[in-house]
Every structure is written in C-alpha cells, then in structure tokens.
C-alpha cells in the first residue's frame, strides 16, 4: 500500500454530505480533531464513502450514541483535488472504529511518491531550515489518478532532500498530516486568515533514482 494514514482523535461536527459520484454514491465529511504528544491539535476533514465499512460504523455510532465527541481510530489514504483552483486535502476513511481506550499512535502517515519539482529550501526567522515539496502518489483502484500531497521537512532533513533529492525521484515518507495556519497576503495591503493541510516528515527513504535528472 502506498498510501496510508491512522489517525486517533474525537469527531467535532456531524457528517455532512459534500458530493456524489457518478454511479450516485454520496461521500460525508466531518472533522477530526487529532492531538500531538506536544498537546498541539490538529483539524483534520474526514471523508466517508457510502457503503463502505467505516460508513456503517458511523451508522450505527449514530444510532446509538453521539457521532459529535466520540473518539475515533481511524485508517485510509490521504486524498487531494483541486477545487476552484484550490488543492483540497483530506483523508478518505477506509476503516473506521470507536474506541476510548486506544493508547497508540495518534498521526501516522507513509506514502510512496515522486517529487513533482526541485527542492526548495529557506530559513526560517528563527533559524529553521524548511523544504517545501510535494509528492506525486499513484492510487491503487485502477483509476490512474494521482494525489498531490503537500508535504515539508525540517532541518537535516530538509537539508538532505536538498542535496540528494531530485525531480522524478520516489521515496517512501513518514510523518504526519498537520493542519497549519498563515496568512495569506492577497495584494493591496490585504490580508487573509487561510489554513493548509499538509505531511510533515520525520524522515524518509530514496527508493527510485530519477537517472533522467542527474544526468
């Protein structure tokens, strides 16, 4: 599996319907609010297909319980589309559990991708190194679409990617999804509050050389 992600955290709205496909299947998000081990919270949307297992578990949540404050393990992919010109990120459940007794990980990604540019890297006022890039993961369904997931990493790591990494190259990364706001500078002297979803890796592994850019 190439793309994967588990995530523990409490359900903070009602599942709303967002969209339906072409065969008529509806697809529900709601948010997840997922803590760090340093206390941050991440928002993270959750996507729910219809018919599927971890449908029917909310289902039946819904049935017995409260949906909104429930705490929530679930499994699935990292998903990205670009709507109104925007990359939309979210994760599509594909397992789904309650449990309040769950003491594992909480924010666990690992994707297989391809670097879609050359890696930038830049400073930080305080001091920390930062690469922005972001991977290219082929879905599994036979659909041939990929997601494009905005990833970064920190420091050493940064700093390698950097130096190693070039566009076309697949690796194999691990981290987490966080949510992360900033503000966005819209020309004028106007300013606006936005969020962005992205991976942040811990660390990662070179899998494929794209021999193509090193030549």
């Known amino acids: 599996m190439n793309n994967f992600i588990l995530l523990y955290g409490e359900a903070l709205d009602y599942p709303q319907q967002v969209s ?8 529900y998000k709601f948010n997840a609010a997922v803590e760090r081990e340093s206390g941050i919270i991440d928002i993270l949307p959750i996507v729910v ?17 409260e949906i909104v404050g429930a705490q929530l393990l679930i ?17 599509r459940a594909l397992t789904l559990k309650e449990d309040d007794d769950y003491k594992g990980v ?10 879609c540019k050359e890696v930038p890297i830049r ?3 305080c001091g920390i190194l930062i690469a922005d890039l972001v991977l290219a993961v082929n879905r599994e369904d036979g659909s041939h679409i990929s997601d494009y997931i905005p990833s970064i990493m920190w420091n050493g790591t940064a700093k390698r990617a950097k130096e ?13 999804l ?25 660390k990662y592994d070179l899998l494929k050389i794209n021999k193509a850019a090193t030549e």
């Open 20 to 27: 339906v496909d072409r065969k008529g299947k509806a697809y």
């Open 49 to 65: 297909e219809e018919d599927t297992e971890a449908y029917e578990v909310l289902a039946d949540i819904d049935e017995t319980g």
């Open 75 to 91: 499994t699935g992919e990292v998903r990205t589309r670009n709507i109104k010109e925007k990359l939309d990120v979210s994760v």
């Open 106 to 115: 909480t924010n666990q990604v690992v994707i297989t991708g391809h670097l």
């Open 123 to 125: 400073t930080t006022p």
């Open 164 to 176: 190693k990494l070039h566009v076309g190259d697949c690796i194999e990364a691990v981290g987490r």
């Open 178 to 202: 966080q949510s992360r706001e900033y503000i966005k500078e819209l020309g004028d002297g106007e300013k606006e509050p936005r969020t962005c979803l992205e991976l942040s890796v811990n």
